[in-house]
């Protein structure tokens, strides 16, 4: 089940965070062009990105997050054209087919962040065991070719509904 929420979603509890892609230190962003056709730059914690459809991001070092703690996918988000997102991942840290487990999310192409919340307990049974670790992350942030998009993060939490801060 995918859910959208608007600019002003409640802060997210970090301590429910299992793994995270933020983009403030540009030194160190998580993610890279795989092929590098894309061009991509980070500004003010947001990850810039014009869309090349011969091209995704994926993870740029060793990751080993158990597929057990994983709730939810979350990726605030927004961009200028385009209909959905791609998220797929693997057990392999280099697999033969990269989008052999994945997931297409419906975005909103308004120019407005929106946070995109991914129901991954159930999208991670594709593909993978109990007790199986996820090595590799990739994502096409939108469909259309040419297409900007700006991240502010991609995180995955125990839980989305358990990771709202109270006010």
């Known amino acids: 089940m995918i859910r959208e929420k608007p600019e002003n ?11 995270s892609f933020e983009f403030n230190d540009l030194s160190k962003p998580g993610l890279n062009f795989a092929l590098g056709h894309s061009h991509g730059q ?37 961009c200028d054209k385009g209909t959905q997102m791609r998220l797929a991942w693997s057990r392999d840290s280099n697999p033969d087919n990269p989008w052999h487990n994945k997931i297409d999310t419906d975005i ?31 994502l096409i942030p939108s469909n259309e070719d040419g297409a900007v998009v700006e991240i502010r993060f991609y995180s995955i939490y125990l839980q989305a509904c358990k990771v709202y801060k109270s006010s």
């Open 108 to 138: 909103i192409s308004d120019t407005s962040f929106h946070v995109y919340i991914i129901d991954a307990k159930n999208a991670l049974k594709r593909g993978l065991q109990t007790n199986d670790t996820i090595r590799r992350l990739y």
């Open 42 to 78: 980070i500004q003010d914690g947001i990850l810039r990105i014009d869309t090349d459809m011969r091209d995704y991001l994926t993870n740029d070092g060793d990751i080993r997050i158990p597929k057990e703690e994983v709730g939810d996918i979350i990726v605030r988000a927004r």
């Open 9 to 19: 979603l409640p802060e997210f509890d970090s301590s429910a965070t299992v793994f």
